[in-house]
């Protein structure tokens, strides 16, 4: 089955800018989605199809999607951004299509 | 306002049963792909199951399949999980997640706010 790798946490001061990367392979040849959960909270879709941006989601939230690597870009990180963040894929050639990374907790220093 | 609830979580024997549901509302129900997501406790999310907008098409992932049964009711604007053979490992909080697109993005982009399932003697 696919396999979405992330970073486990990223670290980043206020203002500064974060990148969440998803690794799999070729994953450039899928759609990613990515989301923002916080504690105790659903999680919040804030990027589809590789770097679309849900309306509300602010315009510091970008994607991109190359590679084997697809990344999350959060430009001037506010203390409000600190969460779990996951990318999704949908495999279509799997029988389990569904795929979710694992997670990166993003702490704002 | 768009919204999914869950309910029917609870706390059940090992090789017990439950059945989850999820009300949907504000928008046409019958247009749109739904799935379940799973959480366990401190950790990440899983995808568990996928249901076409019709109910033709369903998916699940290998740690489900044969054990639960996605369903739904256009009529009732309704989707339900059957869980049967629950394990300790099911223990999670479980959502319902509408596709963001009519056309299947397979994005999720409206969450219900989760119900919890503690399966434990």
């Known amino acids: 089955s696919y396999v979405l790798t992330q970073p486990p946490s990223v670290s980043v001061a206020p203002g500064q800018t974060a990148r969440i990367t998803c690794g799999g392979n070729n994953i450039r040849s899928k759609s990613v989605h990515w989301y923002q959960q916080k504690p105790g909270q659903a999680p919040v879709l804030v990027i589809y199809?590789?770097?679309g941006r849900p309306s509300g989601i602010p315009e510091r939230f970008s994607g991109s999607n190359s590679g084997n690597t697809a990344t999350l870009t959060i430009s001037r990180v506010e203390a409000g951004d600190e969460a779990d963040y996951y990318c999704?894929?949908?495999?279509?050639?799997?029988?389990?299509?569904?795929?979710f990374g694992g997670g990166t907790k993003l702490t704002v220093l | 306002e768009v919204q999914l609830v869950e309910s029917g979580g609870g706390l059940v024997q090992p090789g017990g049963s439950l059945r989850l549901s999820c009300a949907a509302s504000?928008?046409?129900?019958?247009?749109?792909?739904m799935n379940w997501v799973r959480q366990a406790p401190g950790r990440g999310l899983e995808w568990i199951s996928y249901i076409s907008s019709s109910g033709s098409t369903i998916y699940y992932a290998d740690s489900v399949e044969g054990r639960f049964t996605i369903s739904r009711d256009n009529a009732k604007n309704s989707l339900y999980l059957q869980m049967n053979s629950l394990r300790a490992e099911d223990t999670a909080v479980y959502y319902c997640a509408k596709d963001a697109l009519g056309r299947g993005s397979k994005a999720f982009d409206i969450w219900g706010q989760g119900t919890m399932v503690t399966v434990s003697s």
């Open positions: 504000g928008f046409t129900f019958s247009n749109y792909e």
């Open positions: 199809y590789d770097n």
């Open positions: 999704q894929v949908w495999d279509n050639s799997s029988d389990h299509p569904g795929v």
